[in-house]
């Protein structure tokens, strides 16, 4: 075995549960507290569980029971709401794409385990977006972001609308018509991704994306956004998506070219290269090579895997200190800069500051 | 060992720099704090409790302390720290201790659903446990406090926990939130009791903790099989009333009163039904603490 690295707990247990028989009741305490702080504890649970919590000390047995408890619960909402959502679009001819967490529940994908999430995110097309906020209006959701400003910012320039939510259920949808905001520099074609839609229920208006596009949505998700705290949580839905759905012929080759026909090679090579660091996720050799124009430049890479590197460890202080810190913080302007041009993002920022609770 | 067999310095430190583990019915909790009133606080209300003092596992690790910015001088505040976040916003500094009390109960509230959990104060006696569940200003914790007193050994006055395999209430014995009036309440009704100092102005009035026990503290691992569902209502100058509840209206109580019936699903309901099926459930109004000890002491007596 190797020998495991004291600070990083988590993701070694993601890796491979039968370590655990090892583990000092320090490094106990440290996984858990870990996996809290990252979201991933139900899903950690998961696996325990699959080994009949073998090595797992009686003492701490109930973190592990408990958080299954609370992630069956979020699975029967997710169902409840989706169920909602589908009812209130029925008389609508549209497609309701679920997106991540809702999109793995109900398709059953292994992503779906332990998997915890507040927000349901829907993608539809989007000259029918009145339609379908109308509709939910008509089922209860009402839009969050009341002032005006705020209002026009997410019409005029974002890829979804003002979150809704349920007032009286109070569970939050954000309605999508992209994977990326208008002014972003990449501008995946959002007709390209509704044409692969697969449906999850022959007797609703509910689909899920293709499986290489879910792939590269999560990717771009995490890739282009500025925050990390569910980084490993992401990561782990790419790393059980792609172990699912590798067995099918030409999958490599197809999700290569899917993410090049969308313009998001890059988020993609990320991720295949921090997946497979982390999780070990097995990924053909050949594979980096069909990437080619995907790759950052030799140094430009060097210096942007480091950076993830230090983002992507959990989120808490046993595994944090100045260099993650700083690692945040600029993955957090890059992030600013490349979802919107400097004439948007400044004087955006700027009425931010002074009015932040516009 | 227990936390006054620590020195009092070495216990401002390690509540200083590596944090002090007590143990609490079945929750082990890690402390950390550096503000005065929660360093004496605890000593004073918490010197029975188990300290884990060479463990090195926490159920919960949590931090009383001061933010950084100008709000440690300038109306200076406090935040609870749950691991590396704080659940909650910042509250006045004179709320620190109330707040670790509250922080408590959030941390069991928040991730202990092996449990059913039901907001009530929960006593036994001659093996029999006694549930109050009721919202704030019914008089539960006075009437636990006054309980706990006479005889009653204390499971809870805020945090009932039934383990759903055996229908059994699990103790998680902390000090006594007393508020407003209850308090000088309490001191008449008992002078000897130990009230820890008040708190003013907080977000729930005037606030002061009563120390439990001894005996509660030592036998904490020990459950208790529930007998009765009683809904206090304190009424100034009401008579006594003791009044029977349908089985419905009672599993209504328990059910609205549950931190997590609805997390635990198909298990919450059958876990409030049983309960229900296993208890006799009245509405009980008071408002003279010593008969209403009496018409407990009667319960305890006659079944």
Same mark, same amino acid.
């Given at each position: 075995?190797?020998?495991?690295?004291?600070?990083?707990?988590? &993701?070694?247990?993601?890796?491979?549960?039968?370590?655990?028989?090892?583990?000092?009741?320090?490094?106990?305490?440290?996984?858990?507290?870990?996996?809290?702080?990252?979201?991933?504890?139900?899903?950690?649970?998961?696996?325990?569980?699959?080994?009949?919590?073998?090595?797992?000390?009686?003492?701490?047995?109930?973190?592990?029971?408990?958080?299954?408890?609370?992630?069956?619960?979020?699975?029967?909402?997710?169902?409840?709401?989706?169920?909602?959502?589908?009812?209130?679009?029925?008389?609508?001819?549209?497609?309701?794409?679920?997106?991540?967490?809702?999109?793995?529940?109900?398709?059953?994908?292994?992503?779906?385990?332990?998997?915890?999430?507040?927000?349901?995110?829907?993608?539809?097309?989007?000259?029918?977006?009145?339609?379908?906020?109308?509709?939910?209006?008509?089922?209860?959701?009402?839009?969050?972001?009341?002032?005006?400003?705020?209002?026009?910012?997410?019409?005029?320039?974002?890829?979804?609308?003002?979150?809704?939510?349920?007032?009286?259920?109070?569970?939050?949808?954000?309605?999508?018509?992209?994977?990326?905001?208008?002014?972003?520099?990449?501008?995946?074609?959002?007709?390209?991704?509704?044409?692969?839609?697969?449906?999850? /229920?022959?007797?609703?208006?509910?689909?899920?994306?293709?499986?290489?596009?879910?792939?590269?949505?999560?990717?771009?998700?995490?890739?282009?956004?500025?925050?990390?705290?569910?980084?490993?949580? /992401?990561?782990?839905?790419?790393? /059980?998506?792609?172990?699912?759905?590798?067995?099918?012929?030409?999958?490599?080759?197809?999700?290569?070219?899917?993410?090049?026909?969308?313009?998001?090679?890059?988020?993609?090579?990320?991720?295949?290269?921090? &997946?497979?660091?982390?999780?070990?996720?097995?990924?053909?050799?050949?594979?980096?090579?069909?990437?080619?124009?995907?790759?950052?430049?030799?140094?430009?890479?060097?210096?942007?895997?480091?950076?993830?590197?230090?983002?992507?460890?959990?989120?808490?202080?046993?595994?944090?200190?100045?260099?993650?810190?700083?690692?945040?913080?600029?993955?957090?302007?890059?992030?600013?800069?490349?979802?919107?041009?400097?004439?948007?993002?400044?004087?955006?920022?700027?009425?931010?500051?002074?009015?932040?609770?516009? | 060992?227990?936390?006054?067999?620590?020195?009092?310095?070495?216990?401002?430190?390690?509540?200083?720099?590596?944090?002090?583990?007590?143990?609490?019915?079945?929750?082990?909790?890690?402390?950390?704090?550096?503000?005065?009133?929660?360093?004496? =606080?605890?000593?004073?209300? !918490?010197?029975?409790? $188990?300290?884990?003092?060479?463990?090195?596992?926490? #159920?919960?690790?949590? #931090?009383?302390?001061?933010? *950084?910015?100008?709000?440690?001088?300038?109306?200076?505040?406090? !935040?609870? !720290?749950?691991?590396?976040?704080?659940?909650?916003?910042?509250?006045?500094?004179?709320?620190?201790?109330?707040?670790?009390?509250? +922080?408590?109960?959030?941390?069991?509230?928040?991730?202990?659903?092996?449990?059913?959990?039901?907001?009530?104060?929960?006593?036994?006696?001659?093996?029999?446990?006694?549930?109050?569940?009721?919202? $704030?200003?019914?008089?539960?914790?006075?009437?636990?406090?006054?309980?706990?007193?006479?005889?009653?050994?204390?499971?809870?006055?805020?945090?009932?926990?039934?383990?759903?395999?055996?229908?059994?209430?699990?103790?998680?014995?902390?000090?006594?939130?007393?508020?407003?009036? =209850?308090?000088?309440?309490?001191?008449?009704?008992?002078?000897?009791?130990?009230?820890?100092?008040?708190?003013?102005?907080?977000?729930?009035?005037?606030?002061?903790?009563?120390?439990?026990?001894?005996?509660?503290?030592?036998?904490?691992?020990?459950?208790?099989?529930?007998?009765?569902?009683?809904?206090?209502?304190?009424?100034?100058?009401?008579?006594?009333?003791?009044?029977?509840?349908?089985?419905?209206? =009672?599993?209504?109580?328990?059910?609205?009163?549950?931190?997590?019936?609805?997390?635990?699903? *198909?298990?919450?309901?059958? +876990?409030?039904?049983?309960?229900?099926?296993?208890?006799?459930?009245?509405?009980?109004? !008071?408002?003279?603490?010593?008969?209403?000890?009496?018409?407990?002491?009667?319960?305890?007596?006659?079944?």
């Amino acid at each position: 075995m190797t020998v495991m690295n004291d600070k990083n707990m988590l &993701v070694e247990m993601l890796r491979d549960v039968q370590q655990a028989s090892s583990l000092t009741m320090h490094q106990w305490d440290l996984l858990l507290r870990q996996a809290r702080e990252s979201g991933l504890l139900s899903r950690l649970s998961y696996q325990f569980q699959q080994n009949h919590y073998e090595h797992v000390p009686e003492q701490l047995m109930w973190h592990f029971e408990s958080a299954i408890t609370y992630a069956e619960r979020q699975r029967q909402v997710v169902e409840w709401e989706v169920r909602c959502i589908s009812e209130a679009m029925a008389s609508l001819d549209v497609p309701i794409v679920l997106l991540k967490g809702a999109a793995y529940v109900m398709a059953v994908l292994p992503s779906a385990r332990g998997r915890i999430f507040s927000d349901i995110d829907l993608l539809v097309p989007k000259q029918q977006i009145n339609a379908v906020e109308k509709s939910l209006f008509g089922a209860g959701w009402v839009t969050t972001h009341l002032n005006a400003y705020d209002q026009r910012y997410y019409r005029q320039w974002m890829h979804e609308i003002p979150p809704m939510q349920h007032h009286q259920r109070r569970s939050v949808l954000d309605v999508h018509h992209n994977i990326l905001p208008v002014t972003a520099r990449a501008n995946p074609d959002a007709s390209l991704l509704l044409s692969e839609i697969k449906r999850i /229920d022959e007797n609703k208006n509910l689909y899920v994306l293709s499986p290489c596009d879910m792939i590269i949505h999560s990717a771009t998700h995490l890739f282009f956004d500025g925050e990390f705290e569910h980084g490993l949580r /992401d990561l782990l839905d790419m790393h /059980d998506l792609i172990t699912y759905f590798a067995g099918e012929v030409g999958f490599w080759q197809q999700l290569v070219e899917r993410a090049e026909a969308l313009t998001l090679l890059r988020p993609l090579y990320y991720a295949l290269m921090h &997946v497979q660091r982390l999780y070990h996720t097995e990924i053909p050799a050949n594979v980096f090579i069909m990437l080619g124009k995907g790759k950052p430049r030799a140094l430009t890479g060097l210096f942007m895997n480091r950076m993830f590197e230090l983002a992507l460890r959990p989120p808490h202080s046993s595994c944090r200190n100045i260099a993650t810190a700083s690692a945040d913080a600029f993955l957090y302007t890059r992030a600013h800069f490349l979802r919107m041009p400097l004439h948007l993002l400044i004087p955006h920022l700027t009425r931010k500051a002074f009015r932040p609770d516009d | 060992m227990r936390l006054a067999d620590l020195s009092f310095d070495t216990y401002q430190d390690r509540l200083a720099e590596r944090g002090v583990i007590l143990q609490t019915g079945p929750f082990s909790i890690s402390v950390k704090s550096r503000i005065p009133s929660v360093i004496e =606080s605890i000593w004073a209300l !918490y010197r029975d409790y $188990p300290c884990l003092d060479n463990q090195d596992f926490a #159920d919960f690790h949590i #931090d009383i302390r001061k933010p *950084k910015g100008i709000r440690r001088w300038f109306h200076p505040q406090v !935040y609870f !720290y749950f691991d590396d976040h704080a659940p909650f916003q910042p509250l006045p500094l004179n709320d620190a201790y109330p707040l670790f009390e509250w +922080g408590m109960n959030w941390c069991v509230a928040n991730f202990a659903h092996r449990y059913l959990m039901i907001h009530a104060a929960v006593c036994e006696r001659n093996g029999k446990a006694v549930i109050m569940p009721a919202p $704030p200003g019914s008089g539960k914790s006075t009437l636990c406090a006054a309980l706990a007193l006479r005889g009653w050994r204390l499971l809870s006055d805020e945090l009932t926990l039934i383990d759903l395999q055996n229908q059994l209430a699990v103790p998680v014995p902390r000090p006594v939130s007393l508020k407003n009036e =209850s308090i000088d309440v309490i001191k008449g009704f008992e002078p000897s009791a130990y009230v820890n100092r008040s708190f003013e102005d907080t977000n729930k009035g005037t606030v002061a903790h009563m120390r439990v026990s001894t005996e509660s503290v030592d036998r904490a691992m020990e459950t208790a099989k529930p007998a009765w569902v009683i809904l206090p209502k304190y009424k100034a100058g009401s008579s006594l009333q003791l009044e029977k509840n349908s089985p419905g209206h =009672s599993f209504m109580w328990l059910a609205e009163n549950s931190f997590n019936y609805s997390v635990l699903g *198909k298990g919450g309901f059958t +876990g409030v039904a049983e309960l229900v099926d296993h208890t006799e459930s009245y509405t009980f109004t !008071y408002s003279d603490l010593d008969e209403a000890v009496e018409i407990f002491e009667q319960l305890a007596t006659s079944s």
